[in-house]
C-alpha cells in the first residue's frame, strides 16, 4: 500500500468514526432532550480521530513515531479535558438558551434539523479541522525545531484554555459573584481566554504536523478553526449572550477582545 492510499484509508476511516460518534450523541441529546450534549463530543471527536490516526499509520507501517504519537498525544488530552470540562459544566442543567433559540425557529421536525446543522456539520468540521493532524502523521519528516515551535505554542494554548475554564468556573461557584461579569485572572486581559487558547493548541498542532511540504496543503484547517472562535460560533455568539449583563460594556472597553493584552484599567464590575 502506498502512502497516498494509507492517507487515503485513514481519512475514510476517520470520517466513519466520526460519524458514529456524532450520531450517538445525537440519539444521547434526543434521549434527554438536551442538544447541548454535542459540545462535549467536540472535543471527545478529536481525540477519536487522533487515536484513530495513530492505529492506521502503525498498521500500514508510515510515519515517524516521534512525531505521529506526540500529535495523538497532544490532540487526545487537549480533547478529552474539553469534553470533560464541558460535560461536568453542563450536568444536571437543561437546555442551553443558545440552541433553544436556534431550534425555535427550525423548519420542520427540530430533531433532524438538529442532526442535520448541528451533529453532521460539527463532525464535518472535527474531520477538516484534524486534517493536519492526519495527514502529519503520514509524513517521514523527523521531529524538529518548528514541531518543537508548535509544542510550546500548544502548552500556551493549554495553559489559557484549562486556567481560564477553572478561573470562570471558581467565580461562577461562588454566590456573591452571581449577576457578576468576570473580570479577573486571566479574564481581565483578554475577554475570551479559553478561545485564545483554543487558537493557539491548534496552530501548535499544525507545526507539530508540518513535517513535510504537502502538510501545507491543511493550512485552512487552522484558518477555520480561527475564523469559528473569533467571527463564528466562538466568540461573536458568546458575546451576543452576554451584551445585555450590566458592566458588559465597560468590561469589554477595558478587555482586550481575544489577544490578551494589560487591561486599560484595574476595576472590577
Known sequence: MSVGAALALNLGVTALVLAAVMLTT????????RHSVVDSAWGAAFAATALTTGVVVTATGYGDPTRVWPLVALTT????????????????????????????????????????VV????????????????????TSGAFGWVAALGVLLWLIGFLFESVGDAQLARFKADPANKGRIMDRGL??????????????????????????????????APLVMTYLLTRGSG??????????RPGWAEY??????????????????
Not at 26 to 33: E, M, S, T
Open 119 to 138: 451533529y453532521l456539520l460539527q463532525g464535518a468540521l472535527v474531520w477538516l479541522i484534524s486534517t493536519p493532524i492526519q495527514v502529519g502523521a503520514f
Open 187 to 220: 479574564w481581565a486581559w483578554t475577554r475570551h481566554p479559553n478561545y485564545f487558547g483554543d487558537a493557539c493548541v491548534w496552530w501548535g498542532l499544525f507545526l507539530v504536523a508540518a513535517g513535510s511540504w504537502w502538510v501545507l496543503l491543511t493550512l485552512p
Open 235 to 244: 466568540r461573536r455568539l458568546m458575546e451576543e449572550h452576554m451584551a445585555g
Open 26 to 33: 445525537f440519539a444521547i441529546g434526543v434521549r434527554l432532550g
Open 77 to 116: 488530552v487537549w480533547g478529552l479535558r474539553l469534553a470533560v470540562h464541558i460535560g461536568l459544566r453542563g450536568r444536571g442543567k437543561g437546555e442551553d438558551p443558545r440552541y433553544e433559540r436556534f431550534l425555535s425557529n427550525a423548519p420542520g421536525d427540530p430533531d433532524l434539523y438538529a442532526l442535520r
Open 252 to 269: 469589554t472597553e477595558r478587555t482586550s477582545a481575544f489577544f490578551p493584552l494589560p487591561p486599560k484599567r484595574h476595576t472590577h464590575s
